[in-house]
């Protein structure tokens, strides 16, 4: 067997022995690169992060935002990104608070892709604000939105090792972001929001993965209103959804999917 060959930096060609029944071939394959990302916060170790090596700064604040080390991408006055040390030393002007610092380092072991971490349990529930605003969307914009989102994963056509994430207003794909954790491409998109200034009370995240409590968590925090995966929920996503009064759409495949919760803001 041969040597493994770098492409690009999120692909690498390997060869394979590819077997169709009786016949079989020697042929180069894609396979996804598995990344190790180190992520330090004011000169201390926060976390190693295995992804995809592209959109890393995203990926980092979306991290901390989403984990409580951070509450805004204002904080942040500097990134120093190590592409080959696979390193990334964010200095932040944080303030003292008490119940963040006292679980700092407290992790959950959760249903998430790899060694899926949760830090801030107790803060998770308490940052999550129940939508006030319910936004509004037809089954025929559900279907045209994950088309569109489905026509930009080249990453996964090609190599079938990625999650896929979105962000989106009611018209429009705004970003998309691609990588081996679902949770990962998910913090990436909401990176980008925060890095990008967006508001998140009028978009919808899409998702090529399961949605768990925590995907849920992490979304419900910046306010996002409503949403859809290509795939399932689980139970404590749906009583979370109900609960903080988000749109919660799964199996959005072709023409079908299913509505979990805020029935009255799907317009039939």
């Known amino acids: 067997m041969k040597a493994m060959v770098h492409d690009m930096e999120n692909k690498i ?143 996964f056509n090609e190599t079938g090792g990625v999650h896929s994430c979105a962000l989106c207003s009611r018209d429009n794909l705004l970003v998309h972001r691609d990588d081996i954790g679902r949770h990962n491409a998910l913090d990436k998109i909401l990176g980008w929001g925060h890095i990008n200034n967006q508001s998140f009370e009028d978009k919808l995240v899409l998702t090529t993965g399961r949605i768990s409590s925590e995907m849920l968590i992490k979304i419900a925090r910046r306010g996002v209103p409503v949403v859809i995966s290509r795939s399932a929920p689980t139970s404590l996503a749906v009583e979370l959804a109900r609960e903080l009064n988000i749109t919660l759409v799964g199996f959005a495949r072709g023409v079908k999917m299913n509505i979990y919760t805020n029935f009255p803001s799907i317009d039939f």
Do not use: W
């Open 13 to 155: 060609d390997v060869e394979i022995i590819r077997i169709k029944g009786n016949h079989r071939d020697t042929v180069m394959d894609k396979v996804i690169r598995e990344y190790p990302f180190t992520l330090y916060m004011n000169g201390q170790e926060i976390v190693t992060l295995l992804c995809t090596p592209e959109n890393l700064r995203e990926l980092a604040v979306g991290f901390l935002i989403s984990e409580g080390f951070i509450d805004s991408f204002q904080e942040v006055s500097n990134m120093d990104l190590d592409r080959e040390r696979g390193t990334i030393h964010i200095a932040a002007d944080v303030r003292e608070k008490p119940l963040r610092d006292r679980l700092r380092g407290k992790r959950t072991i959760t249903s998430g892709c790899g060694k899926g971490s949760s830090f801030y349990n107790v803060l998770d529930s308490s940052k999550s604000r129940k939508i006030k605003k319910i936004v509004g969307i037809r089954p025929e914009t559900v279907v045209q939105l994950m088309r569109e989102f489905n026509r930009h994963s080249e990453l």
